[in-house]
């Protein structure tokens, strides 16, 4: 007998295993570990992987498994390797792990239906029910809602007639289209020309057609191109002249697009010594993780370029991340432009049938180089010769749900099994990154200069108290200002950057500092002017904005906060003849957008750029002169021990946009704390004194590159649980670990209730603690189990955010 162990779809503590399922005959040696298939799990039909296949089980009476759904695995043998390993180091359930490495695509979705309990019973039910189970059929779940008949469908289910059944879906299907061609020589078509009656011209139109281009052609194409109908290629199928025929085809996102070919450029002196280390460990197939540091401009990307080259010709494969906010088109082209059809692309941009075929493409061995946002990690390359991760420090690189995992970790996981390099480039690293690389853990590698060798643009950093003391109650300061009206002037463009994050627009009565705050959330409700809403951004919570306070009654309650929208408002004010672009999440939200409001603004079709986030990166237009950070310290405030990090990473990236070409470049920072010293330095682009300053901190106060971090939420709809709870991990965790580690708690969380659940937090500091994974799991194990308590606990180790 032949037996697989098989994952299930149902993520829960009790079936976080593997379950034994016996192979039915016709599908022996076709079922594979690796595949997806559909197993009966309890009364439903579920999705499963395929994780070994044994000659026996200790379990009895063994179900059997219903059918594959691939036809080759989806996950190989490393993969699946891999999600043992993702499965300890992040505490999830092994389903998820597995889920993550696939298209979404490839995500099984349940119908529910209803059939007859056994075939052909349909004359015992009562009459009005017949109807819909005649010759076997089967009634969607959804249907019989809609029809309201569901309470007399239970009474015959109760009887023992009907049941309700779970099918497994495919979400996206393969795209097909119908070609044509021809089934007979070409003499055979001259002749069969001769034959046609003179009344049929469309039919010889195309059999000469098909005597020009022997070849099969698109249906749709050939009767575009001829000015035929279908009718004409059917009579032509009939005379056995033709045949039509469905071929798959991949949704490309990048069809009826030419990238310019580039060849690789001589490297200069610096280059070629940080290339040096790269292409040695990638022909000896040696492990090693490089940091490449070097500031924007200064040529890393010509480097991971060349080294691809190297992979390539060695018939090797890449794997290249970049954040999905900077996977720009500009990037998509430099990787296209360089190896053509040899690139998948993924990212969130993509529909899921594009993400599928892309990954397709990649699981077909028809690509060598992948370039796409956090997830592409998992690409199913068989034979990888180099990892890339370009700027290296970004969050996004953590995904914050389960499996809460890192691309450079698993990075560096996967590199280590195919003996390849891992290069991480970054003109601000990690903290602790560069923390590795000064150990030696990691090997750095510098850029020490901009390949233009510009300076970098001049950095003013403006008091706004200051001016405020002054009188200016604007959102421009005078030096600002000034210089946005010298560009319009001289027609250079510049750029306008609001740090969105923590800046988000709340509603607050102007008379009594009410903000109007989420019912269900301890957070104030998010101001959408769109459709003049406010939304909790936690729970989906919708409201009006109330005409009056609720609290005193005065009619100035309005939303607050400088979004991007008060900016553009008060730019039309101000500079009325200045064409502004804005991007933020409303102007780009369709497909497309952002590439077309970035290609406008390349183009000259406007004087400002306004945005988030969103534009911090990867813009490199040569009239870029000016770039102004509206407030800089939005960020610094957030109770997040990186927020001084991040806030120098981001000015630092904001900064680097400005004069990246012939023109000169100047940056001006707005910010109420100008004294602080991640503002300071980034003014004076001085990584090296930010990393020193902050690894100081970071040592005093027990944190991330010192110590390790992890990190319990509880929640529970009740405080006193919460509380409770809480309070006995904290305990059970400090009985377990050594007096070196610091365990704080129970403390509320800095959102301390969503969607009505309170939030608390037991964090764990340590530097080495070989029984934390031992207890944390055990925490989990006890929790998880037993779900009657209510209790919500979930467990991130190597948090990014602490919230
Ligand atoms: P980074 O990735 O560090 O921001 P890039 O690789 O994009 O830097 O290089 C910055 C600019 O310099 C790009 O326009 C790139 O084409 C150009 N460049 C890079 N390397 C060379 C080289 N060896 N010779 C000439 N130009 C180069
Ligand atoms: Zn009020
Ligand atoms: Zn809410």
Same mark, same amino acid.
């Given at each position: ?109 349940y119908e529910k239906k209803v059939r ?22 089967e009634l969607d779940w959804e249907q019989a809602i809609k029809?309201?008949?569901v309470?007399?469908l ?10 309700v059944v779970y099918e ?391 939303? *607050?906060?400088?979004? !991007? =929208? ?8 101000? &500079? $009325?003849?200045?064409? #502004? /672009? ?65 806030? *120098?990473?981001?000015? !630092? =990236? ?8 012939? &023109? $000169?470049?100047?940056? #001006? /920072? ?81 959102? $301390? ?51």
């Open positions: 007998m032949e037996i697989a162990s098989v994952i299930v779809d149902v993520p829960t503590k009790q079936t976080d295993r593997a379950f034994d399922y016996i192979i039915p005959d016709q599908w022996r040696g076709t079922i594979q570990p690796g595949m997806r298939v559909i197993v009966p799990f309890g009364p439903r039909h579920i999705q499963g992987f395929v994780v070994g296949l044994n000659s026996e089980s200790n379990v009895n009476k063994l179900r059997e498994i219903i059918e594959p759904m691939d036809l080759k695995p989806v996950l190989n043998e490393e993969l699946l390797e891999l999600g043992n390993w993702l499965t300890e180091k992040t505490l999830c359930f092994k389903i998820f792990a597995y889920q993550v490495m696939l298209p979404a695509a490839l995500k099984a979705k007859l309990a056994k075939r052909g019973t349909a004359q015992e039910l009562p009459s009005n029910l017949q109807v819909f189970f005649e010759n076997d059929r029809m309201r008949i309470p007399p239970q009474r015959e289910a109760a009887k023992g007639l009907l049941e497994v879906k495919e979400r996206v299907r393969k795209k097909h289209q119908r070609f044509v061609r021809p089934t007979t020589g070409i003499n055979e078509l001259l002749e069969a020309i001769q034959t046609i009656p003179s009344n049929a011209e469309k039919q010889k139109l195309v059999l000469q057609y098909f005597v020009k281009h022997y070849d099969e052609v698109e249906l749709k194409t050939l009767t575009d191109e001829l000015n035929t109908g279908r009718s004409t290629i059917k009579s032509l199928v009939d005379k056995n002249l033709l045949m039509e025929f469905d071929k798959e085809v991949y949704r490309d996102p990048y069809e009826n697009r030419t990238f310019e070919r580039t060849k690789p450029l001589p490297l200069t002196d610096s280059q070629a010594k940080a290339i040096a280390p790269i292409l040695y460990s990638i022909d000896q197939n040696q492990h090693e993780v490089f940091l490449l540091y070097g500031v924007t401009g200064s040529g890393k990307t010509e480097i991971y370029l060349q080294s691809i080259q190297e992979v390539i010709e060695k018939g090797q494969e890449a794997i290249v991340l970049v954040p999905e906010i900077a996977l720009t088109p500009q990037m998509v082209h430099r990787f296209k432009g360089r190896f053509g059809d040899n690139v998948a692309v993924l990212h969130s941009g993509l529909s899921a049938g594009e993400k599928y075929d892309e990954w397709r493409k990649i699981q077909r061995k028809e690509v060598k180089v992948v370039v796409g946002a956090r997830s592409a990690i998992f690409a199913p390359f068989e034979n990888l010769g180099i990892i890339i991760i370009d700027e290296e420090h970004e969050t996004s690189y953590k995904q914050e749900e389960m499996p809460r995992y890192h691309a450079r970790d698993v990075a560096i996981e996967r590199a280590k099994t195919y003996n390849c390099p891992v290069v991480l480039g970054s003109a601000t690293p990690s903290l602790e990154s560069f923390a590795r690389a000064q150990k030696k853990v990691y090997q750095l590698l510098t850029l020490p200069s901009r390949m233009n060798n510009q300076d970098l643009p001049s950095v003013d950093v403006i008091d706004m108290r200051e001016e405020l003391r002054e009188g200016n109650r604007s959102m421009f300061s005078r030096k600002l200002f000034e210089l946005l009206q010298d560009r319009l002037a001289k027609k250079q463009q510049s750029v306008l950057f609001l740090n969105k994050r923590g800046h988000s627009s709340f509603v607050m009565c102007r008379d009594c500092g009410y903000v109007v705050n989420c019912p269900n959330c301890d957070i104030s409700l998010t101001y959408h002017r769109v459709r003049e809403q406010m939304k909790c951004h936690y729970c989906g919570y919708e409201s009006y904005v109330p005409t009056t306070c609720p609290e005193c009654n005065s009619e100035y309650i309005r939303y *607050f906060g400088t979004g !991007t =929208q008060k900016v553009e408002e008060e730019l039309g004010k101000l &500079l $009325p003849e200045a064409r #502004v /672009i804005r991007m933020d999440v409303d102007t780009t939200g369709r497909k497309g957008a952002h590439e077309r409001l970035l290609n406008d603004f390349k183009d000259g079709k406007a004087d400002i750029l306004l945005g988030t986030q969103m534009i911090a990166k990867g813009l490199d237009f040569p009239n870029i002169t000016l770039v102004g950070v509206l407030s800089a310290d939005t960020m610094l405030h957030l109770p997040d021990f990186r927020s001084s990090e991040k806030t *120098f990473q981001l000015l !630092t =990236q904001v900064s680097g946009r400005a004069g990246r070409h012939q &023109l $000169p470049g100047e940056v #001006v /920072i707005q910010t109420y704390t100008p004294e602080h010293y991640s503002i300071e330095l980034a003014a004076s682009q001085d990584y090296d004194l930010f990393y020193q300053r902050e690894m100081l901190i970071r040592k005093l106060r027990h944190y991330p590159p010192f110590y390790y971090l992890a990190l319990i939420t509880v929640s529970h709809e009740n405080l006193i649980n919460v509380v409770a709870a809480t309070e006995k991990m904290v305990n059970y965790v400090r009985s377990q670990v050594s007096d070196k580690a610091v365990v704080l708690g129970p403390a509320a969380s800095s959102i $301390p209730r969503i969607n009505n659940r309170y939030r608390y937090q037991c964090l764990i500091k340590y530097k080495r603690e070989p029984n934390l994974t031992k207890t944390l799991k055990t925490i989990l194990d006890q929790y998880q189990k037993d779900t009657k308590n209510g209790l919500q606990v979930s467990i991130d180790v190597n948090p990014v955010i602490l919230m």
